[in-house]
């Protein structure tokens, strides 16, 4: 009997040891990672891909876990929200002067910011267009088209919109370029755009679903991206693209927001996926979202064709850049709000 004990004693010793080289050990589980990425109003459907797109590369050279919630607004009070806590890990705005405020009132991030990654921090450009409806019924083929008696013009508030700062200042390039730099009837063209502005809402996307969902207006004015987008699946056949003869050069940029991500811990994570934004990989989903990819080739292994047209800069129109622009057209009492008066 104590010789059958010791013989099963044994089997089943070699039991466990057969089994432990068969079945391989659970690998060690990876840390579980939570991002928050403030954005403004149109770039849902590219960062709902670029997310999916980012965890699994994350997962595959880490092995942890990341997941990714999206929060959506006009960009400057987004800029404002994280300022008031709202705890961003990255900020990715529609302008550089919205992700400034985060230095300059929330002192979240460094001054040099804009430096740390290629291209200005912006993995991506647009510019402004308009949409009009199918037919183009009211004739629009330029930026002096928008002034005429009876067209009705749709457009975000610069006070609360990036996306709309940017067709403010594109239409000032404009007028400035057509009137030979003269400020007094750039300012006069302007005011009379938006004397034919029936809706101003927060940011662009809502702008979008006023003309495009609610039927108001005759032409959107719009970021490239969210007009190419708009033609697309149930809308198309019902719009059009309208290219202007000149337009601006949209640089929506990226960061990090450092004190948020160092309070979290979550620094490693937050700058593997601001930098991710300029590979290969994101940057075929950013030409698929129909915004000017950095890498030009990547355009046209996608399929999307962006129309050549005239771009200037922000600091075309002022060597500042978006300091000068801001203090002049959009603070309290700038020339915006000069407009706004003679509106009501």
């Given at each position: 009997m104590k010789n059958v004990l010791i013989v099963a004693a044994i089997v089943a010793a070699l039991a466990v040891v057969v089994y432990s080289m068969v079945v391989p050990a659970s690998p060690a589980r990876g840390a579980d990672i939570e991002l928050l990425n403030v954005s403004y109003d149109p770039t849902r459907e590219l960062y709902a891909e670029y997310n999916k797109a980012f965890a699994s590369h994350y997962k595959a050279i880490t092995g942890d876990n990341v997941t990714i919630s999206q929060s959506h607004g006009g960009s400057g009070k987004q800029a404002r929200?994280?300022?008031?806590?709202?705890?961003?890990?990255?900020?990715?705005?529609?302008?550089?002067?919205?992700?400034?405020?985060?230095?300059?009132?929330?002192?979240?991030?460094?001054?040099?910011?804009?430096?740390?990654?290629?291209?200005?921090?912006?993995?991506?450009?647009?510019?402004?267009?308009?949409?009009?409806?199918?037919?183009?019924?009211?004739?629009?083929?330029?930026?002096?088209?928008?002034?005429?008696?009876?067209?009705?013009?749709?457009?975000?508030?610069?006070?609360?919109?990036?996306?709309?700062?940017?067709?403010?200042?594109?239409?000032?390039?404009?007028?400035?370029?057509?009137?030979?730099?003269?400020?007094?009837?750039?300012?006069?063209?302007?005011?009379?755009?938006?004397q034919n502005v029936k809706v101003m809402d927060v940011g662009a996307r809502g702008a979008t679903t006023t003309f495009v969902g609610r039927g108001v207006g005759d032409v959107l004015i719009a970021w490239e991206s969210e007009a190419m987008a708009t033609l697309q699946g149930r809308n198309v056949g019902q719009f059009e693209i309208v290219t202007p003869s000149e337009s601006i050069l949209a640089e929506p940029p990226v960061t990090v927001v450092d004190k948020n991500v160092d309070v979290r811990g979550t620094r490693a994570a937050a700058e593997a996926y601001v930098q991710h934004l300029f590979s290969y990989e994101a940057q075929r989903i950013v030409a698929r979202h129909f915004y000017r990819p950095r890498n030009d080739k990547v355009a046209a292994e996608v399929g999307v064709k962006f129309p050549k047209l005239k771009l200037f800069s922000v600091t075309d129109l002022d060597p500042t850049g978006w300091t000068g622009l801001q203090k002049q057209h959009f603070d309290d009492g700038g020339a915006f709000d000069g407009i706004v008066k003679q509106m009501k």
């Open positions: 929200a994280i300022i008031d806590g709202l705890q961003a890990d990255v900020a990715t705005l529609a302008l550089a002067y919205d992700v400034n405020a985060l230095h300059e009132r929330g002192g979240l991030i460094p001054a040099d910011w804009q430096s740390r990654l290629p291209g200005n921090s912006s993995p991506y450009t647009s510019t402004i267009v308009f949409l009009v409806r199918a037919g183009n019924p009211k004739g629009i083929r330029d930026w002096s088209d928008l002034i005429k008696p009876g067209v009705a013009v749709v457009t975000p508030n610069p006070k609360t919109s990036g996306g709309a700062r940017w067709n403010y200042l594109a239409a000032w390039g404009y007028a400035l370029h057509q009137n030979g730099g003269e400020e007094a009837k750039a300012l006069q063209f302007v005011t009379q755009l938006f």
